[in-house]
Structures are given as structure tokens and as C-alpha cells.
């Protein structure tokens, strides 16, 4: 079966994680965190001197 990739896009606080949390399991998919992997990686650049905190 080939897979597609979905994204969720609104307001913050309006239960998005929550959906798609549970359309991946429910399609038997992967949910990735994108918005935590661009903070990380923000961090780590931050702390690795890449960039200047704000």
C-alpha cells in the first residue's frame, strides 16, 4: 500500500496534535512532530553558536 504524507494546518491550541495523533494510529502511519524536531534543532544550533539567541 503506498502512503501519503498529511499535514494539519491551524490556529494553535485547536486539538491538531490530538488529530492527528490518533489519524496515525487509526491509518497505522507515523506520526512525526515536526514542531518539536524544528525546536530541537533550533536549540541545538543556538547552543552550538550557529546562531544568536533572540
Avoid at 15 to 34: E, F, H, M
Wanted: hydrophobic share 45%.
Amino acid at each position: 500500500m503506498k502512503k501519503i504524507t498529511i499535514a494539519i494546518d491551524g490556529f494553535s491550541s485547536t486539538g491538531k496534535s490530538t488529530l492527528a495523533k490518533q489519524l496515525a494510529d487509526w491509518l497505522d502511519y507515523i506520526y512525526v512532530d515536526t514542531g518539536a524536531m524544528y525546536r530541537a534543532v533550533t536549540l541545538f544550533a543556538m547552543q552550538q553558536g550557529f546562531i544568536d539567541r533572540c
